[in-house]
């Protein structure tokens, strides 16, 4: 089953890659390595706020971490002209959880979106990952990730 059969047998259609909110831009390539800027989580299209051990469950967060993730996985299409096939590895997550000083589920929180990359790409999602509780996110967002892929 292709990439996209995959996407559609989830009943995922991939968004619009957003703009950059500042001075930056949503990916960068060296060789065939592609750096994803971090993406904060959206719920009905708006910044998904909250902080976990706050006002927002591990399971809502998990949720948020898996819509992160549909966006990086649309912003790695642009990167690959077009055609996820381009994909050969998922290298690396790094995730930054907006929790309270208490919360330490963020390995959870993470789980939602490393899960989807493993339903999507297989062998080929498998990453290494980072999670970590911040402070605060922009625009009080609950989760942002980056990701690091390897491209043909």
Known sequence: MSFYEKLEALNIELPAVPAPAAAYVMYAQTGNTVFLSGHIAKKDGKVWVGQLGKNITTEEGKAAARSVAVDLIATLQAACGGDLNRIKRIVKVMSLVNSTGDFTEQHLVTNGAS?????????????????FGVAQ????????????AEIA
């Open 115 to 131: 899960e989807l990359l493993g339903e999507i790409f297989g062998d080929a999602g498998k990453h290494a990952r980072s999670a």
């Open 137 to 148: 996110i922009p625009m009080g967002g609950c989760v942002e990730i980056e990701l690091i």
